[in-house]
């Protein structure tokens, strides 16, 4: 597991206005904040918020960042929480959500038309962000769900 402190204003170009946020809010800039992690380190993002079309009802979900590197595709959760909560991010991935995780993974594989034995795995990105001192604490969990 990767541990990493960044500033907030190196990943979105310029600090959030004002302190309050909402999670709507903290979400995208959690995203945001992924996005640019896994560019440093070589992925290629394939999708974003993806949506599958043959998914519906309490199934239906969405996988925030589909990336790939050295012929390993990832399907990755982000989830984000300002420092404030008692609770890691990762703990909000119950057995529920990984499920439907798995379904999204391999509807993408599907509508793509990768072929099911092809290297994947599902990764959570989870990301503690202070809004205070603009600064966000960053752990990449690898293969969390399987």
Known sequence: M????????????????????????????????????????????????????????????EIDIIAKKEDIIYFIEVKSLTRNSIFQPEEKVNFLKKKKIVKMAESWLTEKRFPFNSQWQ?????????LNSKKAKIRHLKNAIF
């Open 2 to 61: 990767a541990k990493r402190r960044v500033r907030i204003a190196e990943i979105v170009g310029s600090n959030p206005t004002g302190s309050i946020m909402n999670s709507k809010e903290i979400g995208i800039l959690g995203e945001n904040i992924a996005l640019n992690y896994l560019k440093q380190r070589g992925y290629k993002i394939l999708d974003r918020n993806y949506l599958p079309k043959f998914i519906s009802g309490p199934q239906r979900g």
């Open 122 to 130: 599902i990764d959570i990105i989870s990301i503690k962000i202070d």
